[in-house]
Structures are given as C-alpha cells and as structure tokens.
C-alpha cells in the first residue's frame, strides 16, 4: 500500500499537527496514494528518559480520534519500545517507513530526529529517502499571533490556568477526560450535583481554580459546566484535588461512565468560605457565568 506519511507523535494535536495531517493529505492526492499518520505511542521521551517526560495533553484515543478527524485515511500506532530505539536510522527506514508503512513520501517537523540515539536527523532521512525511493517533506514551523505552536507550551498555558490562551494553539478548548467516580454526594446535597471525575492518569490538569466548559458524553451529548478543580477548601479534612462538573440542564445518573470535560475559560481561584450557604451562592453564580 502507497501512504503519504504524516510522522511524529502528535500530542495535543494542535493546530500544527493538524497542517502536518494537511500536508500529508495534499502529497497524497498528487502521488495517488493514502493520507495516513503514523503516532508514536509511549511517546519516545516516556521511554528514553522518563523521568523528563512531561504529562500528555490528550489520551491515545483522543489523539487517535483528531488525527482522523484532521483528515487521515490512515491512523497507525508504531509502538515505541526501547528495541525500536536501538533501530539504526536505516535499519527504522527499512523496517518501519518501507516495509511496514509503505511510505512514497514521509512529512515531518524540522527537529525530527530517529534512529539509535536520535542520531538520524531530516538531512539524514532525505537522503535515505533517495536511495529507497520516497520523498521527504519537512512542514514548517506554525505561527500564532507570532508564537511558535508546541505541545509543550500549550502544557505551560494550561497548568497556568490560562484555557483561553492553550485553546487558541489547540483550535479547540483543552480537556481532561476520565470515568465519573462517586465522590462524597456533597454537591447533591446542596442543591449542586456534581460529577467528580477521576482522571485517566499521566494527563495534564490545569490550575486549582474554577472554569467555565462544556461536559461531552459518550454518547457525544455536550453540555454548558461550571468545573471546579481543587480541593474543597470550605470543607475540613479534603486534601486531594478533584476534577468536578455541575452540568447545566441535565439530570441523569453519570457515576462509572466516561466523560470529557473541556475549559473555555478561567472564572475564578479557588477560595475557602465562611459558611456553607455562602459557598451555594458562590456555587450558582459561577453556574450563571458558565451559561454565559
């Protein structure tokens, strides 16, 4: 099978990524050949050195879901294990870009990097490309308002609370995603149902405060939420910081389904309050503003 080749691992699968799966599409349509992306997963730095690899900002099937949504014919996994890492620059040419993905042309970013201790760069896959007959394209960097997009300083902007500013690079609002647990039944019984969402791990979460969002089922049902991330600075003796989501206009039983939460922006910090009926008036403005 003929693929044009998006390569790279795509975390976040920001407006960047995206061009590179635009790309992609654009070389298979004259080479008469499939749009395909091929990830890696764990991401390379996860496995060759660990204890510098920062969280993701999407799950593997949320990347998986984007990059097909971007307009991949093909999504393919490369698992990245340390005997992958060991390939020489021909040996993963040979093995993973001719025989097992078929590439006629391969797209990457200019920092690119491959092979037995990175030591293969673009310069180094164009000419090992003229000589196994694909071609090379190295997509360039994309700009926002002037800034470089990278999937590490939209973690920078999340963890910083600044939603608004990670979703201008996305081209969509950030999220975290996990199954609805069963919490302590708090918010029920002040008037303010909540889902408390315990997150699938290694995901970046962003600062202790209160957003407004958008909660996505499963099913694909959205709906408006006023989302709480801290630890319940009102109530005594709650230490670890919870995910939770009041949904607007919705009254069904969520506990142990799966659930995405998305940040469209920055309301409030978090802050202790003096009585519990302060905390509800609190509680139903932010919803108010979540609605807005």
């Known amino acids: 099978m003929r693929r044009a080749v998006a390569l790279g691992t795509f975390d976040g699968v920001h407006l960047g990524h995206r061009r590179v799966v635009e790309i992609a599409v654009e070389h298979a349509r004259h080479l008469d050949a499939r749009a395909a992306v091929a990830t890696f997963h764990p991401r390379p730095i996860s496995v060759l050195v660990p204890e510098r690899a920062p969280d993701s900002l999407i799950t593997l099937a949320r990347r998986l879901e984007l990059l097909a949504a971007a307009g991949a014919e093909d999504v393919l996994v490369i698992e990245f294990t340390p005997a992958l890492a060991a390939l020489s620059p021909e040996e993963f040419t040979d093995r993973v870009l001719v025989a097992e993905l078929g590439a006629v042309e391969v797209i990457v970013g200019r920092n690119f990097r491959f092979g037995r201790g990175r030591s293969g760069d673009v310069n180094a896959l164009r000419t090992l490309g003229d000589q196994r007959g694909f071609g090379v394209t190295v997509a360039p960097l994309y700009e926002v308002d002037g800034s470089r997009v990278s999937s590490s300083r939209i973690r920078e902007l999340v963890r910083l609370g600044d939603v608004e500013g990670a979703g201008r690079l996305l081209g969509r609002p950030p999220s975290v995603e996990g199954q609805v647990g069963t919490g302590d039944g708090r918010g029920r019984e002040l008037g303010v149902p909540t889902a408390n969402l315990e997150?699938?791990?290694?995901?970046?979460?962003?600062?202790?405060?209160?957003?407004?969002?958008?909660?996505?089922?499963?099913?694909?049902?959205?709906?408006?939420?006023?989302?709480?991330?801290?630890?319940?600075?009102?109530?005594?003796?709650?230490?670890?910081?919870?995910?939770?989501?009041?949904?607007?206009?919705?009254?069904?039983?969520?506990?142990?389904?799966?659930?995405?939460?998305?940040?469209?922006?920055?309301?409030?910090?978090?802050?202790?309050?003096?009585?519990?009926?302060?905390?509800?008036r609190q509680m139903r403005e932010d919803i108010v503003a979540a609605d807005a």
Not at 211 to 219: S, T
Not at 239 to 262: I, N
Not at 271 to 279: C, G, H, I, P, S
């Open 199 to 280: 997150l699938e791990p290694g995901l970046v979460r962003p600062a202790e405060g209160v957003y407004a969002g958008d909660a996505v089922l499963a099913d694909g049902r959205s709906f408006r939420a006023a989302i709480s991330i801290g630890s319940n600075p009102t109530f005594i003796g709650v230490d670890e910081v919870r995910v939770e989501a009041h949904l607007l206009a919705f009254d069904e039983d969520l506990y142990g389904a799966p659930l995405r939460v998305e940040f469209r922006r920055y309301l409030r910090g978090q802050r202790r309050f003096a009585t519990v009926d302060e905390l509800v």
